[in-house]
């Protein structure tokens, strides 16, 4: 039967129930729809599965308002029984699934617990932005930092290798001059133990480089030289410094064979980070030795030789003078008793005869002084500046030759007659060589860090350099004297006494210009006081 007869099928009654029923069937399928949206679009929602219940509820009721507008004029029941029993059945099961979600709906903030701590979520955002702002400004000065230290060590890494490579490179260098070195070189640690030893080392000891490397550096020295080398090494080790070892005495090392080898040692501390090595280089002075024994034997020869040679300068110059002064004399005689006898040119020949044989004399007389000349061992202070002095006024007189002295000149230590010696036949060989009537010869010292050089100059005609090299030999006059009597010993005797002195004698000169003489005097090795002129000291 149609429901339309519950409402008497009264026209206004029945459309007031179908459009209500309508109405309520669309508003109630927009529901679920929206809900549905909302869940699809928020599957983050908590309680997402009760949306779905509702949804399902809400659709079967609207569909029971569908029907109850559809049996209004058809009478299906059963079916809106059906639709009825399925609404109550979501709608009991999501009566029982609101139920237990109440509390934990309730548990849920408000809106404005949200706003509040969306507010505190957002203060908390900017803090972090503000750290995170700082945290960046932060680390952009730490990677700045860090790019500037990777510099900076790279920069120092590079530096570190260089000098690795330099180091590198300075020990490679190390090594080559050690190795080739002519001397001995051997490095010891503070315990005395040996680290280093070049080739030579080998060769002067007899030893291979492994059998030294790490054996006491005694294992090179005597037996009966040890203990004291012990103690001299423990000293160098309190105040180390580069020194000579062993001044003033014979050193000698031990070879493997036992034998033993005269040596020079000198000592090089090296301070490092590990310590203080001392470096020694050793020379093998064998050879040394043997020549300084054959220069002493040589020299002892000599010495002999020259006493022998004085003693026959003197024998011959006593014998050889006898004669030359009977000769002489006998000459003389008979040019004065038959000067009226004799033609002119006989006279001369006599005077010729008489002139030769007081040179012969002069010549005998010169060997013999140079042969006497030796190292003086009458040294004393001497004022030479009143030494030159004496020398020009015991010279003849020169009107047309001017001798200047420039002053002060010093006081020397030395053999006084000696020096005169020098002075006067310096000075007589230069006014004897001026080669002109007139002229200036100048006497001037110059001092030095270690010895006085004094100057003889005259402004004569001067000497070809090609003569310089026999000008102090013996007999090897210039023949530049006016008067013929220049012996050529004067020079030689000069040289033999300045370098007996320990000094030495040079010559400058320039044609048409002069000559200058030059010797040195050594410094004495201490002050002493003029030697007085007047005969009271």
Known sequence: MPHGHCFLWRPDVLWLNVGSDLLIAVAYYSIPVALFYFVRRRPDVTFGWLFWMFGAFIFLCGTTHVVEIWTVWNGVYYLQGVVKLLTAGVSLATAAALWPAIPRAISLPSPAALETSNLELRREVSRREAVEGELRRVQGELEHRVQERTAALEAANEALTREAVERERAEERFRRVVESSPN????????????????????????????????????????????????????????????????????????????????????????TEEGVFVLSSIVDITERKRSERLIQEKTQELERSNRELDEFAHVVSHDLKAPLRGISSLATWIEEDCRELLPGSSREHFGLLVRRTQRMSELIDGVLHYSRIARSTLNSPVDTQAAVEEVIDSLAPHESVRIHVEEPLPVVNYDRTQLLQIFQNLIE???????????????????????????????????????????????QSLGRSPDGRSTGIGLAIVKRIVENHGGSISVESDVGVGTTFRFTVPKATAESAPESESGNG
């Open 429 to 475: 060989n230069a006014i004897a060589h001026l080669g002109k009537p007139a002229g200036d010869v100048v006497v001037s010292c110059q001092e030095r860090p270690d010895s006085f050089e004094f100057s003889v100059h005259d402004d004569g005609v001067g000497i070809d350099s090609r003569h310089f090299d026999r000008i102090f030999k013996m007999f």
């Open 184 to 271: 001995g070189v051997v490095m010891i640690d503070e315990r005395g133990a040996i680290v280093l030893v070049n080739e030579a080392v080998e060769r002067i000891f007899g030893y291979e480089r492994g059998e030294l490397l790490g054996t006491p550096i005694e294992a090179l020295v005597p037996a009966r030289l040890r203990d004291a080398h012990r103690s001299d090494r423990a000293l160098f080790l309190r105040e180390p410094q580069v020194r000579r070892m062993g001044a003033g005495r014979d050193l000698y090392g031990l070879r493997k064979d036992g034998s033993e080898v005269p040596v020079e040692i000198g000592l090089n501390p090296i301070r």
